[in-house]
């Protein structure tokens, strides 16, 4: 069977057998023992199309230096599904040359929008904000030089939005469901407090910059800080609001508000929340970052499927999808 240069998402898992030479970057890779102490790489493969499991079985030492997180590469492997799904053995690899012609964008996830139109939109929707607390707070710590030089982060490592701009994406999209709902709440009496409610969704996650490790060339997330995993996001949100609010005299009452959604944005205490929403701005903050969190997820895997065709299984949602359009 011949050699056959393949993106990861036209990988499939009927093409058992295949051998494939692609380029990819490593998205993640582990060093395993095997019950007979046979050292394996088990890695993650990745293109701008999608990614692919890996094993490297009886892996020699030159390989296990080479194929390190953010490696470029190109690969020879055999397609041996595993439970349903592709799954690539690795027989070689090389370092991408730039004879091979591959730049960057060839290798990397990206949102589909561009970087600084989703930052104009945030920047625009802390202008407007009628309360001037919530504002002067929420535009210190999103000035913050730091977080702008991150802001093209993924959102995750795994799960939602694990891509580059994953980020900005996430607060883009949930920023314009948060104005629906104030549309739809609004009115004479408004139930909801918007500026309230838009900061929180901007500052909800803006403390993962700070949380997650990650390669600066790709923006691939390697792993957790030491204080992302001794604290969270949520906690290290809550503080970095509490720090800001007496840099700019914020009240006390409102203070309490924002830091309140920092930690109760998970929705439930097994899902990892401090506390459990208490008023309507923390309860619609948790649902807009579920809605976008599991659309997302469910765009992306159905991408490359046709009008009613099914998706493996979402383990996040445990179920798998079916594509209606």
């Not at 998205?27 to 023992?33: A, D, E, G, L, T």
């Not at 892996?59 to 349903?84: F, S």
């Not at 939602?160 to 994406?169: E, N, T």
């Not at 944005?265 to 208490?278: I, Q, R, S």
């Amino acid at each position: 069977m011949g050699n056959e240069m393949l993106k990861a998402n036209e990988i499939k898992a009927e093409d058992k057998g295949k051998t494939i030479i692609s380029y990819f970057v490593v998205k993640s890779s582990n060093q395993r023992m095997t019950t007979n102490n046979s050292k394996f790489l088990q890695m993650v493969l990745a293109d701008k199309t999608g990614e692919i499991d890996a094993k490297f079985w009886d892996v020699p030492q030159k390989y296990v230096d080479m194929l390190i997180v953010g490696a470029k590469v190109k690969v020879r492997a055999i397609n041996e599904p595993y439970q349903g799904k592709p799954q690539l053995n690795v027989q070689e690899a090389w370092p991408i040359t730039p004879e091979d012609d591959v730049s960057i964008e060839d290798l990397i996830q990206s949102v589909p929008m561009d970087v600084q139109e989703m930052k104009a939109y945030i920047e625009d929707t802390i202008e407007s904000m009628e309360d001037e607390d919530f504002k002067k707070v929420t535009k210190t710590i999103w000035s913050n030089p730091t977080v702008q030089k991150r802001a093209e982060y993924p959102a995750a490592q795994k799960m939602h939005h694990a891509v580059r701009g994953g980020l900005l994406y996430h607060v883009y999209r949930m920023l314009k469901l948060g104005e629906k709902f104030c549309e739809v709440y609004g009115g004479e009496t408004p139930m909801i407090n918007r500026s309230l409610l838009l900061s929180g969704i901007i500052l909800h996650d803006v403390c993962k910059v700070f949380e997650m490790k990650v390669e600066q060339e790709l923006l691939i997330v390697e792993g957790y800080t030491d204080i992302g995993q001794l604290l969270g996001h949520s906690v290290m949100g809550a503080i970095y609001v509490g720090e800001t609010a007496k840099e700019v005299g914020m009240p006390a009452n409102k203070k309490q508000y924002l830091q309140h959604m920092m930690i109760s944005h998970h929705g439930k205490l097994e899902y990892g929340a401090a506390k459990e929403p208490m008023f309507i701005e923390a309860t619609l903050l948790h649902m807009i970052d579920m809605i976008d969190s599991r659309v997302y997820m469910i765009e992306d895997a159905t991408k490359d499927l046709g009008a009613g065709e099914i998706s493996d299984k979402i383990w996040a949602l445990n179920t798998p999808v079916l594509k209606t359009v």
